[in-house]
C-alpha cells in the first residue's frame, strides 16, 4: 500500500480498530456514539447519589469541556494583558503594573485572603480525600491479580481497574469536575498581579479535556491520572495552604515539588502506554481466581471443567455490579476474566476504540507539558543558583568592608594602623632582614 493510499479514515482505523466491546462492522464515529457512559449518580453510594443524572449527563457533552478551556485559555491570556505585567516589555499597555489585591489592611484585601486560604484547604482536603478512596483499590486489584496468576495477574488487574464501575466512576467523575474548578488558580494569580504562565493555563486546559475524553469513553487508564495527581496535589495546595497562612512547611518537600510533578507525569505516559503492549490471558486467570475461592461451585474441579462452568455461568462485567462499601477486587476481576474470555478479543487490553482514542490524546497532551515544566524547573534552578551566587558575593563584600572598618578603627602606631596576622609578621620578618 502506497503512502497515497492512506488516507484519514484508514488511518483512524488502524490506530482506533474496533476495541471486544465495540461492533467491528461500525466506522470509528459510530463507535464513540456507541460507548456508554459510566455508571450514573443513581448507582452511586450516598450522598453522591443525589447529584441528578441530568446534570452528571450534561457534564459529559462534549461541548461542555471543549467551550470552557477555550474561554479559560484566553480570558487568562486576556487577564495577563490587561492586569497584569507581561513576561517582557514592561506594564502591559504602558499602564502600570496592577498591585497586589491581597495585601494590605483593607476589608477587601482581608476578605481576599480568606478566600485563597479557603480555597487551597479545599483542594488539600478533597485532593487528600480522593487519593485515600482511590489507591486502596488500586493497590489490593494489583495484589489479588498476582496472587491469582503472577505477571499476567497483574496486566488483567491493569486492563480491567474498575474506573467504569460504580467502584471507582463517582471518584473518576468528581476529578473531573475538580478540574473546572480548579482555575481559580488562575484568577489567584492575577489577582495578585501576577501573570498566568503558559504553563499553568495549557495545565488546566489541557488537564480538563483529557479528563473528559478518558472518563466519557471508559478508558480504564483514567486511575493512573487520578491517583497520581490527587496525590502530587494533596502536598501542592496543602504548600499552597501553609504559605497563606504563614506556617512552616517540609523544606525538602518544597523544593521538590516541581520534580514530583515531574515523575508524576513522566511516570503516567509510561504507565498508561502500557496498555497498548499488554497482552491478557483471561483463561489463566479465571482458573487462577477459582483457587483462590473465588467461585465456591468450581472448588477441587479440572482447569476444562471450571472454564466450562464459568463460561457457562458466570455473569458478564456489569458497570453497577458493585459499590465501594461491598468492593471485592477478587469478585470483580473474575466478572472482567470471564467477560473477556468469551469476548471476541481476548487477549486486547483497552475494551474500546474512544479508550484508544483517550490515550492517544492524554499522551498528545502530556509531552508538551513535560516539556514545560522542566522549562520552568530549569528556569527556578538557574534563577536559584544566579541568586545564592550573588548572596555569596554580597556576604563576601560585607565581610571584607566590616575588615576594612574594624583596621580603620584599631591602635595605631605612629599614626599607621596597626596591622594583624600574615600581614604583620611578613613586615617585621622584612624589618628585620633590613637590620
Known sequence: MSSSSLSVPVVSQLLLAAGPRDDPSSTLLERLQAVPYPPGPSSW????DRIGNSTYEWSLQASVPIVFSLVYYVVAHAANHFFAEEHKGGPANGKAASRDLTKGSSIFASFLRLLVILHNAFLALYSAWTFYQMLPVVLRSF???YRAAGLPGMRLALCSMPTNTVTLAPYAWL??????????DSAILVLKGKVVSNLQSYHHAGALLAMWIAYRYQATPVWVFVTFNSGVHTAMYTYYLCAAMKWPFPRQLKRNLTTLQILQITSGVVITNLYWVSTLHPRSMLIGLSKLGFLDAVKGK???EILQHVLSVAPPLSSSSSSTSSYSPGRELFQSAAARASSRLPGQCLEYAGSGLALHFNTAYMLPLIILFLRFFVRSYSRQRTTSATSSVQR?????????KKLD???RENGVAKASGVFANGGSNRNSKKR
Open 175 to 184: 476529578f473531573y469536575m475538580s478540574k473546572y474548578y480548579e482555575v481559580i
Open 45 to 48: 453510594p450516598a450522598p453522591l
Open 143 to 145: 495484589l489479588v491479580g
Open 396 to 404: 563576601a563584600e560585607s565581610a571584607a568592608e566590616e575588615k576594612m
Open 302 to 304: 479440572s482447569a476444562d
Open 409 to 411: 578603627s584599631g591602635p
